[in-house]
T-cell receptor, first 119, second 114 residues
């Protein structure tokens, strides 16, 4: 398997523009996570899905952020309108199960990330 | 206040030397503690996962220890190599959850110099 795939790898946009980040999880995984990473705050969970259904979006900063998972192999994170403070690296991760006691099967696999710069 | 604190923030050591990274957490109760390695420009990769009942776990030259009483963990790297240059992130999962509610530290940036 190619691992978690994210696109684009880098995105530079102007304030106010819409940004869409894409993720393809590892085939067979039933959990998908979106994270944001900054120097100041480290990795923060934005939202996660189980079997394509959003379970917890409490980490989404505000209404400008939205995420969808129309099928098991694709998810998007959209920011509209974008602001300079949204500049960060956005990671997608997937895992087979959320239960840690199933040894070796709940490991979370991260994609390479999308570096977003909003000017 | 971050529930997972790591120290030092950055560390530079000579190739071949050993080093120890520290993690203090307040997440309680917790089910497992993980150490991730993140190379520049890449996503984090898991090194070790320890449950609350384990006190040590090794992965090659990496050894993680856990003291649940003092809520401290350490990652010891033996005979460091240039490829060990990366950020190391301590992650705690609260009891009752798998990886849905991970709390991440801000990491230690390790640089190995020849």
């Amino acid at each position: 398997d190619a691992g978690v795939i994210q696109s684009p790898r880098h995105e530079v946009t102007e304030m106010g523009q819409e940004v869409t980040l894409r993720c393809k999880p590892i085939s067979g995984h039933d959990y998908l996570f979106w994270y944001r990473q900054t120097m100041m705050r480290g990795l923060e969970l934005l939202i996660y899905f189980n079997n394509n259904v959003p379970i917890d979006d409490s980490g989404m900063p505000e209404d400008r952020f939205s995420a969808k998972m129309p099928n098991a192999s694709f998810s998007t994170l959209k920011i509209q309108p974008s602001e300079p403070r949204d500049s960060a690296v956005y990671f997608c991760a997937s895992s087979f199960s959320g239960t840690w006691w199933i040894s070796g099967r709940d490991e979370q696999y991260f994609g390479p990330g999308t570096r977003l710069t909003v000017t | 206040k971050n529930q997972v604190e790591q120290s030092p923030q950055s560390l530079i050591i000579l190739e071949g030397k050993n080093c120890t990274l520290q993690c203090n957490y307040t997440v309680s109760p917790f089910s497992n503690l993980r150490w991730y390695k993140q190379d520049t420009g890449r996503g984090p990769v898991s090194l070790t996962i320890m449950t609350f009942s384990e006190n040590t776990k090794s992965n090659g030259r990496y050894t993680a220890t856990l003291d649940a009483d003092t809520k401290q963990s350490s990652l010891h790297i033996t005979a460091s190599q240039l490829s060990d240059s990366a950020s190391y992130i301590c992650v705690v999962s609260p009891l009752g959850f798998g990886n849905e509610k991970l709390t991440f530290g801000t990491g230690t940036r390790l640089t190995i110099i020849p």
